[in-house]
């Protein structure tokens, strides 16, 4: 991994929180976590190389990965949701995951950043619309 970020006291506290603040935004929307973790290490980043944007993209990754299997378990232990539920979900958003970690290394970053950039707008929009 080529990410470095600076490490002062203020820099590691912005993070922090940053992380807090996706943790609560992925926890009540179910999603946009990733968004904040991105704009965070994006802002905190040394340098803005190709391989750096794309261990952004993993990082936030696996960042939602622990933020979404957190809030999954407090919504099924509260009664909210189960995995029955879930259940027509789970094999084609893994089968879609695996695909997507697969094609990263063969997608520019400037296009993936372009690919987000469209996904955040739409998102809201439909959020918006809804």
Known sequence: M???????????LFLCLCALAAGVVNGIFG??????I???????????????????????????????????VIYALSGKASAEDALPYLLPAAAGGI??????????????????????IWGGICFIVR
Do not use: N, Q, Y
Not at 2 to 12: I, P, Q, V, W, Y
Not at 31 to 36: D, E, P, Q, S
């Open 99 to 120: 695909f997507g970690a697969l094609l990263m290394d063969r997608i520019r970053p400037a296009v993936l950043s372009k690919i987000f950039a469209l996904l955040v």
């Open 38 to 72: 991105v704009f965070a290490l994006s802002r905190f980043s040394r340098k803005h190389t190709e391989i750096l944007k794309k261990d952004i993209f993993a990082i936030t990754l696996f960042s939602c990965f622990a933020m979404s299997l957190s809030s999954a």
């Open 2 to 12: 080529h990410l470095k970020l600076r490490r002062t006291k203020s820099g590691m």
């Open 31 to 36: 999603t946009g976590g990733g968004i904040v």
